[in-house]
């Protein structure tokens, strides 16, 4: 069966700190997908990237960037130079080509807090 | 604009009393899926539907109902609301094909509360 562990419930930084949210899966299937969301203080789910198991290039979008390593079944998140308005709830998520991608299992969540 | 709707945003009941929470996309995508979110626990899937009149059920679905009679629609049913059913609850779709899998788009959330 899927899983997926955030093993950070919540980090604490100071505005301008790097953060790196973990995020560890496991899956029996050669063929998946991975997800980040980031659920602001407004509670909507805000889809941040997709990479599927094929693809293990690592991948920087502005202060964001992953980190994806099947060899220790990883996909971390990591922010650069955080803000204020990074504070939110993050999410993991996984889909496994075994179950048809009919579920995305997520992660319980790691709350980042970034504070002035 | 694409977008997942859900009403009620926020809905406060009391125990057996039958509720419906409906969720409409209009990306014309053949994955649907209902999550709830409670502290603690992340989003657990409840039920999802691969396309119209295919439905399964996810990792909680006891105490819940879905139908999908159009692609768009795919309403939440809880027949007898119960207090441990108070919760926070996502629609989303995507486009999955073959080995293709989307993003999956979330709705705004509906909140509710059973007392």
């Known amino acids: 069966a899927q899983k997926v562990t955030q093993a950070q419930t919540e980090i604490s930084v100071v505005e301008k700190e790097d953060v790196t949210l973990d995020c560890v899966y496991e899956?029996?299937?050669?063929?998946?997908?991975l997800f980040w969301y980031k659920q602001p203080p407004s509670g909507e789910l805000v889809f941040l990237i997709r990479?599927?198991?094929?693809?293990?290039q690592n991948e920087i979008s502005g202060r964001y960037s992953w980190n994806f390593q099947k060899s220790t079944s990883s996909f971390n998140f990591t922010i650069t130079a955080s803000q204020v308005v990074d504070s939110a709830v993050y999410f993991c998520?996984?889909?496994?080509?075994?179950?048809?991608?009919?579920?995305?299992?997520f992660g319980k969540g790691t709350m980042l807090l970034v504070s002035p | 604009e694409a977008q997942v709707t859900q009403n009620p945003r926020y809905l406060i009941t009391v125990t057996g009393k039958k509720l419906t929470v409906t969720c409409s996309q209009n990306?014309?995508?053949?994955?649907m899926s209902w999550y709830r979110q409670d502290p603690g626990l992340g989003l657990r899937q409840i039920y999802y539907?691969?396309?119209?009149?295919?439905?399964d059920k996810g990792d909680v679905p006891e105490g819940y109902k879905v139908s999908r009679k159009e692609k768009r629609n795919f309403p939440l049913i809880l027949e007898s609301p119960s207090p441990n059913q108070t919760s926070l609850y996502f629609c989303?779709?995507?486009?999955?094909?073959?080995?293709?899998?989307?993003?999956?788009?979330f709705g705004p959330g509906t909140r509710l509360t059973v007392t």
């Open positions: 990479r599927n198991s094929f693809d293990e």
């Open positions: 989303a779709s995507s486009f999955n094909q073959g080995n293709y899998v989307d993003e999956q788009y």
């Open positions: 990306m014309n995508h053949e994955y």
């Open positions: 998520a996984l889909s496994e080509a075994n179950s048809g991608y009919s579920t995305l299992t």
């Open positions: 899956t029996r299937d050669t063929t998946y997908y």
């Open positions: 539907s691969m396309n119209v009149e295919v439905t």
